[in-house]
């Protein structure tokens, strides 16, 4: 429940049966969200604000079938879970670079990496960001997406797992561990 | 994983960190993903709205129930036409008078009484497409004739026998056949109905001995006990529980019929005697009313001249002046109008 006093299950009911107004109520809840998620993640805001519409853009194609079994946020980050690994894919693909493995963090910041940023901007942004978030890019990938997917979507340890197509334990180590990297890179920082 | 688990306050204090960090943060997605989107939503729910929407928001059983009370209200309606159609015919038209089925009663025509006979007619407004009957080869046998035409025939050839009867039975004949074609089906149905009526009123003048004197009120041609005049002048209103005395009752359907034939002479006569220029009939239907009906403007006049009722309404509330209009005939409305007629 929001605001507005319904739900989002029930804005995408709404929606799904032609309501406009339900899904902009849904966007703006939800926008700041997925939109963290993935700039966090890909580091690189083109890349974020293609993937930020396509994701919404298959939300809004898929109203129609949205059954509320799931909580909407985790059905959420789900689509932009299963975008972003496409893109970062795609991107392999045409930089022939298949051999790398989605896990090799260096890899992931190359591709996505912000042309439009140089070192100084990136240092710039970096203070006004603060240290955490500085720390947060340092995090190997599947740790810093387990910590987004808790910390932005609100969504619980099983939910994670299941979005990243992983174990329950594996999920709850990546989320611990990452927690852990956060913690002593701000000792670091301060 | 050799790692101690961070305990719940150190996750919250990691985690309110970010939250705080991240509030400061001033990246925001771009207005024209914002845009798009929001512009592709809005067409998809058009989309939607224009193939489900009917159905899905609302109103979707109203919009079932048309289907079918539809088809109920149209064949409401027609069968309500249709029944108009069928009765208003009966409601405007009288019951056929006994000389629509003249057109099979063959007219002598007497050399004697032609000239009068035409006169008359000239004077007689009729309908335009009425037409004179030629001379016709004598009558045939009457066991050849049906149980109507045998009760109208010698009516119409006793009248021949004097010029006054002679000219009512031209004019009968003459008018025939406007009358038959401005008749519906209904009122034919009337005529056989009437003829029949005559047949049983003959049989009841036998029965209580009126036919032994012939009415004071017939012409001087119609003599013989057997004469259809006599058959025809006692009314049926004499089986009636309100039924007037029989000479009473036979004056008035006199009356009638002399008016619905245009016997205009023998109308007068019958005018000039004591009785009840409104008498009715079994429908209701007064002298002036069937005079109406059979387009005998000189008879309506004759009979708003003795003072009948121009608004004498039959059993079924047509006045005489909407069967006039109804049937067409300008001038007995007017006369009807200039009467007092609404």
Known sequence: MTVTGESDETLMGRYGRGDAAAFELLYRRHEMRIWRYLVRNVGNRATADELMQEVWFAVARDAARYEPTARFTSWLFTIAHNRMIDSIRTSRRQLSLETLGYESESVVRQLTADPCSGPLAAAVARDQAGALLHALEQLPVEQREAFLLQVEGDLSVEEIAAITDSSFETTKSRLRYARTKLRELLKEHA | ?342
Not at chain 2, 4 to 16: C, G, K, L, M
Not at chain 2, 184 to 210: F, K
């Open chain 2, 1 to 342: 994983m050799n790692e101690i688990p961070p305990n719940q306050d150190q996750a919250d204090e990691v985690d309110n960190r970010y939250r705080r960090e991240s509030a400061l943060d001033p990246s925001r997605p771009s207005e024209s993903v914002r845009r798009a989107v929001l512009e592709h939503a809005t067409q998809l729910a058009a989309e939607r709205s224009a193939k489900n929407g009917p159905a899905q928001i609302g109103a979707a059983r109203p919009a079932a129930n048309p289907r079918w009370w539809r088809p109920t209200a149209f064949g409401t309606l027609a069968a309500a036409a249709l029944a108009g159609l069928l009765i208003i015919p009966r409601l405007l038209a009288p019951d056929a008078p006994l000389v629509g089925a003249l057109p099979t009663a063959p007219v002598r025509p007497n050399a004697a009484s032609t000239a009068a006979s035409r006169a008359e007619i000239r004077e007689q407004p009729q309908d335009a497409t009425a037409d004179v009957r030629p001379s016709s080869p004598p009558p045939p046998e009457e066991s050849a004739l049906q149980p109507d035409e045998r009760a109208l025939k010698p009516r119409v050839s006793s009248r021949n026998e004097g010029t006054v009867a002679d000219s009512a039975a031209e004019i009968d004949a003459k008018n025939a056949p406007a009358k038959v074609q401005s008749m519906t089906n209904a009122r034919s149905t009337a005529a056989g109905g009437g003829s029949e009526t005559d047949a049983r009123r003959a049989q009841t003048r036998g029965a209580t001995g009126i036919s032994a004197s012939p009415p004071q009120s017939t012409a001087p041609t119609a003599q013989s006990a057997g004469s259809p005049r006599q058959s025809v002048a006692p009314a049926a209103s004499s089986a009636a529980p309100t039924a007037p005395p029989a000479r009473l009752a036979d004056s008035a359907a006199e009356v009638r019929r002399a008016a619905e034939i245009g016997a205009v002479p023998e109308l007068q006569t019958l005018l000039g005697q004591q009785g009840d220029i409104d008498a009715r009939d079994e429908s209701g239907r007064t002298a002036l009313m069937l005079a109406t009906l059979s387009g005998q403007a000189r008879a309506v006049d004759l009979l708003l001249a003795h003072g009948a009722d121009p608004n004498a309404a039959d059993a079924q509330g047509v006045t005489p002046l909407q069967a006039a209009i109804a049937g067409d005939r300008p001038a007995i409305a007017a006369a009807l109008r200039r009467a007092g007629a609404r």
